[in-house]
């Protein structure tokens, strides 16, 4: 039975089937909710024709006696798609099955999201029992997968194996390939959550930050806000700068797991404003803060919108050097996937001078001096 004043998350059922609401999972174990839904399940369908006929043979071969299904699709912000999980309950006591429905991305192959399956699995402790691709998984032109995983039932959460299925689906298609669009991503964060960010791995467009720039200790903070801004501006789409976000590693990239709200600045976007202003050149135009109340602090983002190409590259006065800041150097950060790429005056010099040889031995040569 469910605690007094505890809210059951899921209904009746339908044959052994139940519906969760997730604004109700919060503070359910999932061994506490397998013994209550199998009990049920047992009562209401397993007892009666058809289910009793099949009931030792579900038992014998492992088959799911209850079944726990996600009312809310998944989504991915950025291309769409969207996918199912669910949960089976087995007669084994000490493990669960997550099984998901994921679409195939465009411009992406089956083996490609096989292969960051597998990896995905691996990083959450879970083991993969069967991948199978299908057709029409979620509609009629929609290709992809149907995956099922294994894991230990012991300490696991409704609200943590909601959470990590939202991860694998949005890493699982992350090789949509298409462009990012930044304000889509903006609009489901500001109608929803800081947790629309959760599964999303840093990218050419996305960067995650734990604490806020000036809480930082191991690099000068307003050299490392503006290299990062900078980088956005000189990228192709911009970018996206999301301040209040743990990550961990997975397939070798950084991945959004978890929420970790920042102390409340309500001078904070004034402060890094007037920094960008003082240290990026030229000004980088449509720069926007915006920060969300959660409980504990609040996260941030960095909006940088892109950039007119006539106006690049963006510079910043100061870089590190050998491990230490130099504030009479300037950079002119690129970003390439990930990874950030400094350029150092020499090489901005070199380049100039380049540019220079060119502009004296090309075409240039055979214009004459008029005089004016």
């Not at 429905?101 to 691996?122: M, N």
């Not at 992350?174 to 959550?193: E, K, Q, V």
Request: hydrophobic residues 40%; proline residues 6%.
């Amino acid at each position: 039975m469910a605690e007094a004043g505890k809210a059951e998350p899921w209904g009746d059922g339908v044959n052994a089937e139940f519906e969760v609401n997730i604004s109700l999972i919060k503070g359910w174990g999932l061994a506490e909710a397998r013994k209550i839904l199998i009990g049920r399940a047992v009562d209401s369908y397993w007892k009666k024709p058809p289910g009793v006929e099949n009931y030792q043979v579900a038992l014998a071969e492992g088959e799911p006696l209850a079944t726990l299904v996600f009312s809310e699709y998944l989504v991915d912000p950025v291309s769409g798609l969207t996918g199912s999980a669910f949960v089976d309950f087995t007669a084994d006591a000490h493990g669960f099955l997550l099984v998901m429905a994921i679409p195939l991305p465009r411009k992406t192959s089956y083996e490609e999201v096989e292969e960051r399956l597998v990896d995905l699995a691996r990083s959450f402790d879970f083991e993969v029992l069967n991948i199978r691709r299908t057709r029409g998984v979620l509609g009629d032109h929609d290709n992809g997968f149907e995956i099922k995983f294994y894991a230990p039932i012991l300490g696991a959460t409704l609200e943590g194996v909601a959470s990590k299925a939202k991860q694998i689906f949005t890493m699982a298609i992350s090789y949509d390939g298409s462009i990012p669009n930044i304000a889509a991503i903006m609009r489901l964060f500001r109608n929803n959550s800081p947790d629309v960010f959760l599964g999303m791995s840093e990218s050419e467009y996305l960067e995650f930050k734990g604490p806020p720039y000036e809480l930082r200790k191991d690099s000068p903070w307003k050299h490392l806000l503006c290299d990062d801004i900078a980088r956005f501006a000189n990228s192709e789409h911009g970018g996206l700068i999301a301040i209040g976000f743990a990550t961990k590693k997975i397939s070798g990239t950084d991945v959004a797991i978890k929420v970790a709200p920042v102390p409340v600045n309500a001078k904070r976007h004034q402060s890094y404003q007037q920094v960008a202003d003082q240290y990026i050149y030229p000004p980088v135009e449509g720069l926007r803060f915006e920060s969300f109340s959660v409980s504990d602090g609040e996260v941030c983002c960095i909006i940088v919108p892109t950039q007119r190409e006539m106006n690049k590259p963006y510079m910043v006065q100061g870089a590190l050097a050998d491990g230490e800041y130099r504030g009479g150097m300037i950079s002119i950060p690129r970003r390439r996937g990930e990874d950030s790429i400094p350029i150092t005056a020499r090489e901005i010099h070199r380049m100039i001078s380049a540019g220079r040889s060119f502009l004296m031995n090309s075409s240039f040569s055979g214009f004459e001096d008029t005089g004016g």
